[in-house]
């Protein structure tokens, strides 16, 4: 299984807030949505990642204004991704290493969508699960 296929049925739907939006602003729609990352596009290219864990180091931390402080002040801007090919294993080796929970996929500059941690970990259970089931129906045929 490869990213695009992991992002079929999210119908291109990515979450994602302006540079110039408030952390507030920000931290609202990721409640909103359910998500704890947001990608930040400007002019249709991405240019950072906003998530709970900068909200929370970058400005609960530092006694900054959530209200005050723009999105571009404290998202991340070395931003991992991927293209639509990778495949799980890739996928996850970069999450390992980098220590992000939110993976972009990227085709010719546009965002397709994002991988998150709990994607991958709910594949790699259903996979395991299938594995396990074809192998009981191998070893004890008829039951």
Known sequence: ???????KDRHGVVRSVP???????????????????LMVIDNSKLVGVISE????????LKDRSSKTTKVSEIMSHKIAQVGPEAGIEKCMDIMGKRR??????????????VISSTDLLLLTVSEKDHIID???????PGF
């Open 1 to 7: 299984m490869n990213a695009r296929e992991i992002l």
């Open 19 to 37: 540079p110039d939006a408030t952390v507030f602003d920000a931290v609202k729609a990721m409640d909103k949505f359910k998500v704890g990352a």
């Open 53 to 60: 864990r900068d909200y929370t180091r970058k400005v609960v």
């Open 100 to 113: 992000i929970r939110h993976l972009p996929v990227l085709e010719k500059g546009k965002v397709l969508g």
């Open 134 to 140: 074809q192998l009981e129906r191998y070893i004890a």
